[in-house]
């Protein structure tokens, strides 16, 4: 299972720290990512993390901005999110892949979070 906390409402132009962390055996040599969603429309990717931490993909629309991270000794997956945007606002989830490389077709992903809310404010 996976568990990610830290969203939260800010003004645009802030900063949030998003973590997920892994509870119970979720085998970090896979690739795990984050992707958002807003009602009524798709699931998002956002940005994945290969398995040993070397490689990651990020969305276009969060390149420069989003920085992705993990740490398998404590099986935990952060987003750094810097000058966040009104555009920003979605329920974020993180999630496994059940590949090692990083990929971002959420078909790929086969455990996921909960679910933390980011709102973004004009």
């Known amino acids: 299972q996976l568990q990610a906390s830290g969203g939260g409402s800010v003004q645009a132009g802030a900063s949030l720290r998003l973590s997920c962390v892994g509870v119970g055996r979720t085998l970090t040599m896979y690739t795990k990512a984050w992707f958002r969603q807003l009602p009524g429309k798709e699931r998002e990717f956002v940005a994945a993390i290969s398995g040993h931490g070397r490689n990651t993909l990020y969305a276009d629309s969060v390149k420069g901005r989003f920085t992705i991270s993990r740490d398998n000794a404590e099986d935990t997956v952060g987003l750094q999110m810097n000058s966040l945007k009104p555009e920003d606002t979605a329920v974020y989830y993180c999630?496994?892949?059940?590949?090692?490389?990083?990929?971002?077709?959420?078909?790929?992903?086969?455990?996921w979070g909960q679910g933390t809310l980011v709102t973004v404010s004009s």
């Open positions: 999630a496994r892949s059940i590949y090692a490389g990083v990929t971002m077709s959420s078909y790929d992903y086969n455990i």
